[in-house]
């Protein structure tokens, strides 16, 4: 079975600095790999996904990640962070059985804490 | 075109109660799938299903639950004899028919159970 693991529970950075979240994945196959946010009190927002190409993938409001299959990490990345960008954020792989699906694993989530 | 719509947002029920959380997905999506959000952890796969059929309730508790999602209106989850336990915020998701892997899938609001 797939799994995903967030090794930090919190990280957290000073406005204006480059921030990194962590996370590696397990999966059978080709891996599908998403990054989404989740604010408080809100649904997740979906950031940005690796399917296949290159291993730097950007998204939506300035995050990036990389993919490295020989470490089997997605870190998320960015080059400056803002203090709108405090929130949770969750890593997740699809089951590569449904191939029409989306049916999702998800690591335990990072709380991202960027100060002024 | 509205996003995933579920409701109510908010649901109170007393234990013993039944709850039915509702979900609309995005125009066009056939897939849905049902997520939980226990306090300060990460979501749970629970069920996937598309219009008519279930195709993964491998996350699905044994008892109280269960969720549909017919040919005409929304997905329901619906959990019977509510217990404190099952106090957390479940999240519906839907993606699009296509074969085609390059596809995320998009989160509703949630609902918010609470069982007093």
Request: proline letters at 7%.
């Amino acid at each position: 079975a797939q799994s995903v693991a967030q090794p930090e529970d919190q990280v957290n950075v000073a406005e204006g600095n480059p921030l990194t979240v962590k996370c590696t994945y397990s999966v059978s196959g080709n891996p599908y790999l998403f990054w989404y946010v989740q604010y408080p009190n809100r649904g997740l927002q979906f950031l940005l996904k690796y399917i296949t190409g290159d291993n730097l993938v950007k998204g939506s409001y300035g995050f990036e990640a990389e993919f490295n299959k020989s470490q089997t990490s997605f870190h998320l990345k960015k080059p400056s962070a803002l203090v709108s960008d405090s929130a949770l954020y969750f890593c997740a792989v699809r089951d590569p059985r449904y191939n029409a699906g989306n049916m999702l694993t998800f690591g335990g989530g990072t709380r991202l804490m960027v100060k002024p | 075109n509205a996003g995933v719509m579920q409701n109510p947002r908010h649901l109170v029920r007393r234990r013993g109660q039944e709850a039915r959380l509702r979900c609309s997905p995005m125009k066009g999506h056939s897939h849905v799938y049902w997520y939980r959000q226990l306090p300060e952890e990460g979501l749970k796969f629970m069920v996937y299903l598309q219009k008519e059929n279930i195709i993964d309730e491998s996350g699905m508790p044994k008892e109280r639950f269960s969720a549909e999602f017919p040919k005409e209106g929304p997905s329901i989850l619906r959990i019977q004899q509510v217990v404190r336990g099952d106090s957390a915020a479940y999240f519906c998701a839907s993606s699009p028919p296509s074969p085609g892997r390059n596809t995320e899938a998009f989160f509703g609001q949630g609902t918010r159970l609470t069982v007093v």
